[in-house]
């Protein structure tokens, strides 16, 4: 089963505060990414990992925001402090490789910042 | 740089009636296309893809879309509409088979009865 487990489903936070996301894909995904998708907008790609490397995360806030894949398996997301803005759900995709055009998506956790 | 525009930010059809959700996109080469759909609080779930081959493509729940290289477009379709299709849908395209999805900002299709 190519599953991704995401944790938490739901957090609230109050800004200023930290918050840690975490990612878990079936083994053998390669590439893994992190999405933010704000209430009623369309996802938009935060960082891509290819196995333990970074491949693009020039969306990524990384005044306040940063991501690591462990061993190219695991990921976590993490947001010090946080903002209002912030409040979005944030959704960990994961895709078998280069040769593949399936994309596997996590339910999501759902931030909200008060 | 790559884009997906749906430039109807809501679609309103009456049951039984076909209905059509517009996507078109800008990419540099072959672009790889996709719908997905997504009922309130629940998370993305995939409708369809094109990658190479039939223009017109077939997917989940009875839809369809259509690729038109020269009008740059991938239009969801459904002949007859119900009210459980409500919902918001995505366009999404990668530039290449590994690569990164880049979504529109949804539609959202309201069905009524």
């Known amino acids: 089963e190519a599953g991704v487990a995401q944790s938490p489903r739901y957090k609230i936070i109050e800004k200023r505060q930290s918050v840690a996301f975490w990612c878990n894909p079936i083994s053998g995904h390669a590439t893994l990414y992190w999405y933010q998708q704000i209430l009623g907008q369309g996802p938009k790609l935060l960082i891509q990992f290819q196995n333990n490397g970074v491949v693009d995360d020039s969306q990524l806030p990384k005044d306040r925001f940063s991501a690591e894949r462990l061993k190219g398996v695991d990921s976590t997301l993490k947001i010090q402090p946080a903002k209002l803005e912030d409040s979005a759900v944030y959704l960990c995709v994961a895709g078998i490789g280069r040769r593949s055009t399936e994309a596997f998506f996590g339910q999501g956790t759902r931030l909200t910042v008060v | 740089a790559q884009s997906v525009a749906q430039p109807e930010d809501q679609v309103n059809v009456a049951e039984g009636n076909p209905l059509t959700v517009k996507c078109t996109y800008s990419v540099s080469g072959n672009p790889y296309l996709f719908w997905y759909v997504q009922y309130p609080n629940r998370g993305l779930q995939f409708l369809l893809k094109y990658i190479t081959g039939d223009n017109l493509v077939k997917g989940s729940y009875g839809f369809e879309a259509e690729f038109n290289k020269s009008q740059t477009s991938f239009h969801l379709k459904k002949p007859s509409a119900l009210v459980s299709d409500s919902a918001l849908y995505f366009c999404?395209?990668?530039?290449?088979?590994?690569?990164?999805?880049?979504f529109g900002q949804g539609t959202e299709l309201s069905v009524k009865p």
């Open positions: 999404a395209v990668r530039v290449w088979r590994g690569g990164k999805l880049i």
